[in-house]
């Protein structure tokens, strides 16, 4: 997700370190594998989405399947 799940600030704004985004506002980082909060203030869970790299170009959301190029209903 692109908000803060503390005080639904814009990630926007947040320094990538490694494999962890921080929130700006309050300093919370955030796994940006699994979206879990890696210390206070924040406690949940931000959203992520699956990533490929494809020929240079990055696709975000499900892969399709295989066999029909088809994405899966969510």
């Known amino acids: 997700d692109e908000l803060c ?23 919370s980082y955030f796994d940006l594998a699994t979206g879990t909060p890696l210390n206070e203030p924040a406690d949940c869970p931000i959203g992520t989405y699956p990533l490929r790299v494809e020929a240079g170009q990055i696709w975000v959301g499900p892969d399709p399947d295989p066999a029909t190029g088809v994405i899966a209903a969510a």
């Open 5 to 27: 799940s503390h005080e639904d600030y814009s990630l926007y704004f947040g320094c990538i370190k490694g494999r962890s985004i921080k929130c700006s506002l309050h300093g």
